[in-house]
């Protein structure tokens, strides 16, 4: 694992701009409660070249712009911003919705240089359908996915964990080895937007699954998570624990070693039988971000957030300078220097976890207060774990 060089304090990594609430798709966990037609006080193209302008003023090394939505290829002007982002010397990175859009559009975002595309897939077919409300989407995505690794691209595929597809898991990550697919980014169900359609795992099981997510990362899989940032503690307490994968009772030794349920053991075994036994050491690549620390969201109407799924207005970009806002925001400051409340204030993993302010939000109704699907139980303060 390495830490980041970046300053945090001074500029994000990515900078997420919801460009639109328009999509064609019918997401059950949508967070953007995403509708066809977009709503009214999108930024205009022109504010959202203010936008792209204001983002250099946080200095080289630029964050990196995130197109997000809705669907950011539902917007008419989308060559038009990108083209001037790139100009600008902006990386830039899309999060489209998978339809026959987003394959009409490859060849505009080859031009411009954009090989990073983030599409999702939730599970194995009837799962994956269901949580995308079309039947057939399933097919659709595969083969998006087929063109994007056959291509010239560096395809990351998003997949939601909640109650409903958590069982699926071991299969989405044979799937997408055998496809060539090697970065893969698990979003856990925070009950916001549409969200709150779908089931959330108890604490005990986001514990197993992020175990089990360690388990991945030893197939040579980049594993990231969101709003599970604890998946950091497991990886820094797991990587080096003598416990050889290939032996025939390790899933009992693993769970029983770390307290762990018969959703790791499902899954795990599941993992194993379709892949065989790891043959790699565990890898983990993170620049320790987490809602606010890193990263910035910018909603379709201005309104500047921690993260997409943390909406805590801290500004809006029509009258705040996005830089200004997230230097000198007094929240944003605090969970910097990882001034939580509860088990979070006072572990030792603060500075690499800090748990989700997204979470803490959701059900805690405190952006800054404990993340209560971590089980952890902290040493009390007794040192920081990497800071």
């Known amino acids: 694992m390495r830490h980041s060089r970046l300053n945090f304090d001074e500029r994000p990594i990515l900078i997420f701009w919801e460009m639109t609430k328009a999509c064609l798709l019918k997401c059950r966990h949508c967070r953007a409660e995403a509708i066809p037609e977009p709503l009214p006080g999108e930024l205009s193209t022109e504010e959202g070249k203010e936008l792209i302008d204001r983002i250099r003023g946080f200095g080289e090394p630029y964050p990196v712009l995130i197109l997000t939505g809705g669907d950011p290829l539902m917007r008419e002007d989308l ?3 990108v083209r001037y982002a790139t100009e600008s010397g902006l990386r830039v990175g899309i999060a489209p919705a998978v339809t026959e859009r987003l394959l009409n559009s ?9 090989r990073f595309i983030s599409i999702s897939l939730d599970g194995m077919g009837e799962t994956h359908d269901y949580i995308r409300g079309i039947r057939g989407h399933f097919e659709t995505t595969l083969e998006v996915l087929r063109r994007l690794t056959e291509g010239d691209w560096i395809p990351q595929v998003n997949t939601l964990v909640s109650k409903e597809s958590v069982t699926d898991l071991p299969d989405v990550a044979n799937l997408l080895m055998g496809m060539g697919v090697r970065i893969w980014e698990l979003f856990f169900l925070i009950k916001v937007g549409r969200g709150i359609e779908l089931t959330d795992l108890s604490p005990q099981e986001y514990e197993d699954v992020v175990h089990f997510l360690f388990e991945v990362s030893k197939y040579g899989m980049e594993v990231r998570t969101v709003e599970a940032p604890f998946f950091r503690r497991v990886y820094l307490t797991r990587r080096n624990d003598g416990l050889n994968g290939e032996e025939e009772d390790y899933v009992e030794r693993v769970a029983e070693r770390y307290g762990l349920g018969n959703l790791y053991r499902r899954l795990t075994k599941r993992l194993i039988e379709l892949m065989g036994p790891p043959q790699r050491e565990p890898s ?3 620049a320790f971000t987490r809602d606010g620390y890193g990263i910035i969201f910018v909603a379709y109407n201005g309104d500047v957030y921690p993260s997409g799924f943390a909406p805590y207005r801290l500004g809006n970009v029509r009258s705040d300078d996005i830089v200004k806002i997230y230097r000198e925001n007094e929240v944003l400051r605090r969970i910097r220097q990882a001034e939580f409340g509860g088990r ?15 979470r803490a939000l959701a059900l805690r109704g405190d952006i800054l207060e404990e993340d209560p699907a971590c089980t952890y139980v902290p040493a ?4 920081d774990f990497m800071h």
């Open 344 to 358: 979070c204030g006072i572990c030792e993993f603060r500075h690499v976890c800090g748990g989700s302010r997204a």
């Open 380 to 383: 009390g303060g007794q040192g």
């Open 79 to 81: 060559e038009e911003i």
């Open 106 to 114: 490859l060849g505009m975002l080859s031009r411009y240089g954009i």
């Open 284 to 286: 983990m690549r993170s």
